[in-house]
């Protein structure tokens, strides 16, 4: 049973452009969220979170919203770098529980 | 500070053998969690050791075991491989229990191709 689902396998935006990547969970007891970003040949790396008392979250260029009615998040790139080509995760947890559960992934590619 | 590494980072076996990873966390992390990414499947759970304990575990077969050593490294062990086992397995460690409002560390991950 997948609780937390990325129904975008991919997505490609151009270099400058905005990408937007979503994901929804089911579990409304969740109430933290990360997204993490990996590279082929590579673990994935941490890159913002968020905790269910924001509903948005700034680091950069990088910006995570969440929406707890709707069950949704989403995570902000702006501008777009070919550097950010990558697969996204996203995970969420119970801050009391003792388990992330990860989406399948997006693959983002910026085109230059 | 190193980050977590994993060996061996790429491994081929053969249908029924059985295989062991090993993990070396952060230093100071006193958890470790095991992944499996497969295509289409993003990474599922496998469980986790905290404390030499193992405090969680997914929904895998018993062919999946693991442990935790004194000094935090854990390794995974799987037996009587199938084909479906081929994936890239990763682990991640945190300075506490995973999912606590806390963020866990990857290490590259080993890729197991099961022939």
């Known amino acids: 049973d997948q609780q937390v689902k990325q129904n975008s396998p991919s997505l490609s935006v151009q270099e400058g452009r905005i990408s937007i990547l979503n994901c929804d969970y089911t579990?409304?007891?969740?109430?933290?969220f990360l997204w993490y970003k990996k590279y082929p040949a590579e673990g994935p790396t941490f890159l913002i979170s968020?905790?269910?008392?924001?509903d948005k979250n700034e680091d950069g260029r990088f910006t995570v919203f969440l929406n707890k009615s709707a069950k949704h998040l989403s995570l902000h790139i702006v501008p777009s770098q070919p550097g950010d080509s990558a697969v996204y995760f996203c995970?969420?947890?119970?801050?009391?529980?003792?388990?992330?559960?990860f989406g399948t992934g997006t693959s983002l590619t910026v085109i230059p | 500070k190193a980050g977590v590494t994993q060996t061996p980072r790429y491994l081929i076996k053969t249908r029924g053998q059985q295989v062991t990873l090993s993990c070396s966390p952060i230093?100071?992390?006193?958890?470790v969690s095991w992944y499996q990414q497969t295509p289409g499947q993003g990474l599922q759970f496998l469980f986790e050791?905290?404390?030499?304990?193992?405090?969680n575990k997914g929904n895998f077969p018993g062919r999946f075991s693991g442990r935790q050593f004194s000094n935090s490294r854990s390794e995974m062990n799987v037996s009587t491989l199938e084909l479906g086992d081929s994936a890239l397995y990763l682990c991640?460690?945190?300075?506490?229990?995973?999912?606590?409002?806390?963020?866990?560390?990857f290490g590259p991950g080993t890729r197991l191709t099961v022939l």
């Open positions: 579990n409304s007891m969740f109430d933290y």
């Open positions: 968020i905790s269910s008392i924001k």
């Open positions: 230093s100071g992390h006193r958890s």
């Open positions: 991640a460690s945190s300075p506490v229990l995973a999912g606590g409002g806390d963020t866990q560390y």
């Open positions: 050791y905290f404390s030499e304990t193992q405090r």
């Open positions: 995970a969420a947890s119970k801050i009391t529980g003792n388990q992330f559960y």
